[in-house]
């Protein structure tokens, strides 16, 4: 049978079409044909599929049309939409998943499709729960025992990526709830990224020893990253205190199964203690709930036999409760306690005060990080490095602030170096490139000129230390690289009109590095020495 791979538009054509027109039955009628291999033949003739469907005792030409589909047909018998263009259809699929998980997100989507309106009868709903549909009354815990079996037997392989997983369950999971009141619907979408999140965490201890292992994290760390960016948006669009208010059986389930899944302190792509403590940030009006989670915690911490990490994940929890109710000299006690502290745990509250212009309280943060942002990823290390910068505009002073890029360095290489041109102090930014060996080809030109327009005479170690580095390196590359050097520092003592200091310092260079024949080669050629 040949194989045939027709182009990804014209499939994501074809899966609409399917879910419009097929019934379920003989959707999952056709997909056994194709499993049994009952496509012989297939072949792209024009913009339209013609396949070749067995049976026991005879076959039929299946036309499956590419632009039209209404207009697709087959030999058999059968009314409408039959279990041979369906077995065609998912043969065609093949090439780009595996079709028995595109069969049972098609079914969910006829299902949908055929769903009764809201306020139906009891046996109706009898109907839909028997048919694995979500129920409004349902409790969370049911929503997920339902999505988990939607996408039972999902694995991450080169036809199934992570990226797939998080397009196929926002596509098919939001629309069984379409007709939902607004309170439960909008803690539903909360639950499927919740979902969504679990099996990424999932799918990433399951392929850690894989051989694509890299592959795969990276592939998990960016839906993860997805994932906690659409949470934000769905909480953002809640009023979070009026909903737990309307729902508090729902949200009290949900608040529970969040502090199971968070507070583990697993290696997980997902950051749990930030899902963790928005929504609790956002529950400012429930003292109740906040009491029973801080008393639950307690318990937690009590325990002798807790791991370190998870410890650790639990101190973070409980300090947040105490930021939330304003007690943040507390929180810092608790935060002491930590084992391995890690700065990225943290941007929560320097992102939000940041933002909000409380300058004194992203100060306090920004102070308290210092010890453990060194270890940070980089681009938390460059907000770090802006936030103090933005801060430092609101006092009366940025020794403070350079004394945080010094301690810093060489990492913070780039931002103080900024900010000391920006400041104008070129004596500090020449003591800099020197301390860190930088020279002056790898430097910005309009840099170097702004310099020498303030003061040339600044420039001359820097290029006297570069010129002899180059030396010392003992080859020809290295002493072109040297009188390239040499030429610029000739320049700027003729600017100075110091031509005496030139000629003393170029023998004096020579003499040093007289039996470098090579060297003394390319002096002679820029006639500095006879």
């Known amino acids: 049978m040949l194989k045939l791979q027709i182009p990804k538009n014209r499939m994501n054509y074809l899966i ?71 077995a065609a259809f998912f043969n065609l699929y093949a090439p780009y998943g595996r079709p028995e998980l595109l069969l049972q997100q098609l079914k969910q989507a006829i299902l949908t499709r055929k769903k009764p309106a809201r306020g139906a009868a009891i046996s109706a709903s009898r109907n839909a729960s028997k ?13 997920h025992r339902l999505f988990e079996g939607r996408f039972h037997g999902f694995s991450i392989s080169h036809q199934n990526s992570i990226e797939t997983f998080y397009e196929s369950a926002l596509e098919t999971l939001p629309g069984y709830a379409a007709d939902w009141r607004a309170s439960t619907r909008e803690l539903y979408m909360l639950h499927i990224v919740l979902f969504m999140m679990r099996k990424i965490e999932q799918f990433y201890q399951d392929t850690k020893s894989s051989y694509l292992s890299f592959y795969h994290e990276n592939g998990c760390k960016v839906a993860a990253k997805n994932c906690e960016d659409k949470f934000v948006e769905f909480v953002e669009r809640m009023d979070v205190n009026r909903s737990f208010t309307t729902e508090p059986k729902h949200w009290q389930a949900t608040m529970k199964m969040l502090g199971e899944f968070a507070l583990q302190g697993k290696d997980s792509p997902i950051d749990w203690l930030f899902v963790y403590r928005y929504i609790w940030w956002k529950l400012t009006e429930q003292p109740k709930a906040q009491q029973e989670e801080i008393q639950r915690l ?7 036999d807790t791991i370190p990490r998870k410890k650790d994940t639990l101190l973070v929890a409980r300090a947040h409760f105490d930021i939330m109710q304003g007690n943040t000299d507390t929180a810092f006690q608790r935060l002491e306690k930590l084992t391995h502290p890690n700065a990225k745990d943290f941007f929560l509250y320097l992102n939000y005060y940041y933002k909000d212009q409380q300058w004194e309280k992203t100060l306090f943060w920004l102070r308290w990080l210092l010890s453990t942002i060194s270890h940070a990823n980089h681009d938390d290390f460059r907000t770090f490095c802006q936030y103090w910068l933005d801060t430092t505009k609101h006092l009366e002073s940025d020794s403070e602030w350079v004394h945080v890029m010094e301690s810093l360095l060489p990492r913070s290489y780039y931002y103080y170096t900024a900010y000391l041109l920006q400041t104008k102090r070129y004596r500090q930014w020449i003591d800099l490139q020197l301390a860190n060996r930088i020279s002056p080809l790898s430097l910005y030109a309009l840099e170097l000129r702004a310099i020498e327009d303030h003061d040339a005479a600044l420039l001359l170690p820097l290029y006297h230390q570069a010129a002899e580095r180059a030396v010392l390196e003992k080859n020809r590359a290295s002493y072109k690289t ?16 110091q031509d005496d200091r030139w000629e003393h310092y170029i023998y004096r260079l020579a003499d040093k590095f007289s039996r470098l024949r090579a060297f003394q080669e390319e002096l002679k050629k820029g006639k500095w020495i006879r």
């Open 16 to 86: 609409k079409q399917i879910q419009i027109h097929f019934d379920a039955v003989v959707l999952e009628n056709g997909w056994e044909y194709f499993h049994k291999g009952r496509v012989a033949e297939i072949d792209l003739v024009g913009t339209s599929i013609h396949a070749l469907v067995k049976e026991t005792n005879k076959s039929h030409n299946v036309v499956l049309n590419l632009e039209d589909f209404v207009h697709s047909e087959c030999s058999c018998s059968y009314d409408g939409f039959c279990k041979h263009i369906g």
């Open 131 to 143: 048919a694995n549909i979500p129920l409004e009354e349902a409790m969370p815990i049911e929503w």
């Open 298 to 304: 307690e318990l937690l911490l009590a325990k002798k």
């Open 482 to 497: 040297a009188v390239r050097l040499l030429k610029k520092l000739h320049a700027i003592y003729k600017q100075l009109e």
